[in-house]
């Protein structure tokens, strides 16, 4: 079985500018979460999907963040523009089931902002 | 909302050396999970924990579950460099928003001298 694929895994930018990062969760997988984990600290959930619906973005920057999941697969999470403090690894996550075990996690794109 | 705890922040420990790490949470715990992350990668699921008493054991690493006082612990027999790593404890969040998502601990790093 193929994992959660993120990409890119890398991504340096200037403040202000935008960037946009890229999850394909497992197939068959209802269910995708975006988390944002700064340097020392653990994951916090920014959003997440259900099919391509919102479930929860509580906790998502909604002045500067945005995300999508069109076809209720894959998604994207955008910043722009992009801030100091965004500089964090950004993990992407899916779920068969919600709040079931079997959460997979990504590889993550770690992104620092200049 | 719930909250976990890890101790300790930090551990260094000489090959061959058993070690402890502890995750306790603020409320009730209905699911405690177990990941391994390398610096600035994605997650890698180790274990998971749901009944009071449980313990579940993966090569020389063992969790348990002590549902009464909220916690749980993972112990490492006899450490090698290649349990080097930051170590995260993960719980559902049945609280708050949603139910289905993971909230974390803020992690242990774990450094291990040959």
């Known amino acids: 079985e193929a994992g959660v694929a993120q990409s890119p895994r890398y991504k340096i930018i200037e403040k202000r500018q935008s960037v946009a990062f890229w999850c394909n969760p497992i197939?068959?997988?209802?269910?995708l979460y975006w988390y944002q984990q700064i340097l020392g600290q653990g994951p916090k959930l920014l959003i997440q999907f259900q099919n391509n619906g919102v479930v929860d973005d509580s906790q998502l920057p909604k002045d500067r963040f945005s995300a999508e999941r069109l076809k209720g697969v894959d998604s994207t999470l955008k910043i722009q523009p992009a801030k100091l403090e965004d500089s964090a690894v950004y993990l992407c996550?899916?779920?068969?089931?919600?709040?079931?075990?079997?959460?997979?996690f990504g590889s993550g794109t770690r992104l620092t902002v200049v | 909302s719930q909250e976990l705890e890890q101790s300790p922040q930090s551990l260094i420990v000489q090959e061959g050396k058993n070690l402890t790490i502890n995750c306790t949470s603020s409320?009730?715990?209905?699911?405690l999970y177990w990941y391994k992350q390398k610096y600035g990668e994605g997650l890698i699921f180790l274990m998971m924990?749901?009944?009071?008493?449980e313990e579940k054991s993966h090569e020389k690493i063992t969790a348990k579950l002590d549902e009464k006082k909220q916690q749980s612990s993972l112990h490492i027999t006899a450490s090698q460099p290649s349990h080097a790593g930051i170590y995260l404890c993960g719980a559902d969040s049945p609280y708050g928003g949603s139910q289905g998502n993971l909230i974390f601990g803020k992690g242990t790093k774990l450094s291990v001298k040959p």
């Open positions: 197939s068959g997988h209802a269910t």
């Open positions: 409320k009730t715990l209905y699911g």
């Open positions: 924990l749901q009944k009071g008493g």
């Open positions: 996550a899916s779920s068969l089931v919600p709040g079931n075990y079997g959460y997979t």
